[in-house]
């Protein structure tokens, strides 16, 4: 792998699916051995390689930004991250160089601070669709000035700390948490505040200047040159890729922009085309590139489970296309209508996709309840055995010392036959688990 660029875009104008998956899997840090010790360096490591990393409430097994950064890494103290991540200058004094802020970078993810920039082109988007003549956010230009005021006089706050002053009798009745909130969120769309770290995971939300180093503020980055280097970013994350990837990897709408940008890439010499097998758009063949840097391993040696939302299944055609799995989240499905479970997480074995299994942390009796697991077409006879691994190494990263299995889907009693020491337990009651309200989910208007 030190000639990457030799590797797969120099020697290589066809790959085989497999081949594609190791391209793409190594691109997104899995052909790395897993390091003895996990800190600070390895998890920016890590983040550098997705580039973003999404947010999400649910915390059935474990919030959705600790999970990728396990399923490359292995076990590690997710107080490190937090520290990284959730962080804020003491009295709302910027952050320091090299740390993170969160914004619409996928949905919401956390990224570092100095793409800050690249964003605004975002900004000016959201505020032209959710902030013109017409807008709640125009016809309540009041409410808006009084919690921009608030900021700046007391610095980063909590929505409660604003909506509590509020009920106090300082402006009436109808200053209500919603009415906060919402213009925490179209503020925060239009790059007017910036989260300036999280109490729990309750967001503290500060002007931007209280946020964001001043440089970064000013900088200017027309919508093309961000788009360009966006695109290229996730070019390098994907390692081989359809403009449909490249453009969801960052949300980017705007193919036209898109296929530009690629142009424009492979212009310079940073991506090249290529073909893969299977990929088609109607009986054609799909167009790909691949990335300069992207690497072709001789394999991929993991077993682990994926949240779903890793930049690996994230977007569902790309894993539809990669490693033939077809993956919808059931949260927000009635529980008796729910084919796989309530949060089921995919599970890669080397360079595949093997299954799915529906894990849930009992913190209260220290056990991995597995509520289900089932199995993609397929799969290898040695897949029980890797898939109790992953398993394994997930209660134990989470601090439990028990895993139970269900009786439900069609993995659990290979995975019961091969790991005796593993209890049972009844299919879950059809009760279901609480969707995440939608304060609490992705806030995406």
């Known amino acids: 792998m030190s000639d990457p660029l030799s590797s797969v875009s120099r020697v290589k104008q066809h790959l085989s699916l497999a081949e594609a998956r190791r391209v793409a899997l190594a ?5 790395r051995p897993r390091p003895e010790a996990v800190g600070t360096r390895q998890l920016n490591g890590a983040i550098a390689r997705m580039g973003v990393l999404q947010i999400d409430s649910v915390n059935v097994f474990a919030r959705s930004h600790y999970v990728p950064l396990f399923s490359r890494l292995g076990a590690y103290d997710t107080a490190d991250l937090d520290r990284l991540v959730l962080r804020h200058g003491a009295g709302g004094r910027p952050r320091s160089t090299g740390s993170y802020v969160e914004y619409l970078a996928h949905e919401a993810t956390f990224l570092p601070v100095e793409d800050w920039p690249l964003w605004r082109f975002r900004m000016d ?6 902030g013109g003549p017409g807008s709640w956010y125009a016809e309540n230009a009041a409410t808006v000035e009084w919690v921009r005021a608030e900021l700046a006089a007391r610095g980063p706050l909590r929505p409660a700390q604003i909506e509590s002053d509020a009920h106090r009798g300082r ?5 209500d948490w919603d009415v906060v909130k919402r213009a925490l969120e179209l503020m925060w769309r239009f790059g007017e505040v910036a989260i300036a770290g999280r109490r729990g995971f309750e967001r503290r939300y500060g002007l931007a200047e209280q946020v964001v180093p001043g440089h970064l503020l000013d900088a200017e980055v027309t919508r093309e040159e961000a788009i360009r280097e966006l695109v290229h970013r996730a070019a390098r994350a994907s390692g081989v890729a359809a403009a449909s990837d490249l453009a969801d990897y960052h949300r980017i709408r705007d193919r036209k922009a898109v296929l530009g940008a690629v142009q424009d890439l492979v212009d310079q010499g940073e991506l090249a085309p290529i073909s893969v097998e299977g990929w088609k758009r109607g009986d054609a063949a799909l167009p790909a590139w691949a990335h300069r840097e992207a690497a072709l391993p001789r394999r991929i040696d993991v077993a682990t489970v994926l949240t779903p939302f890793d930049p690996v299944v994230w977007f569902r055609e790309r894993a539809e296309r990669l490693f033939d799995f ?4 059931e949260i927000y499905t009635p529980a008796h209508k729910r084919r796989f479970g309530y949060y089921s997480l995919p599970v890669l074995v080397d360079d595949r996709i093997v299954g799915r299994v529906d894990l849930k942390a009992d913190r209260a009796a220290s056990t991995l309840r597995v509520q289900s697991a089932w199995w993609e077409a397929g799969v290898p006879s040695t897949a029980a055995e890797r898939v109790a691994t992953a398993l394994r190494d997930a209660a134990a990263w989470q601090g439990l010392d028990r895993i139970t299995i269900s009786t439900w889907g069609d993995a659990t009693d290979d995975l019961a036959f091969v ?3 593993a209890g ?5 009651a059809l009760d279901p688990e609480p969707a995440p309200a939608a304060d609490e989910a992705l806030d995406v208007a």
């Open 424 to 428: 049972r337990h009844d299919r879950p």
């Open 171 to 175: 402006r009436g009745p109808w200053w």
């Open 326 to 329: 077809d993956y919808r989240i």
């Open 27 to 31: 691109a997104q840090g899995f052909a």
């Open 419 to 421: 790991m005796p020491d």
């Open 125 to 130: 988007d959201m505020r032209a669709r959710y």
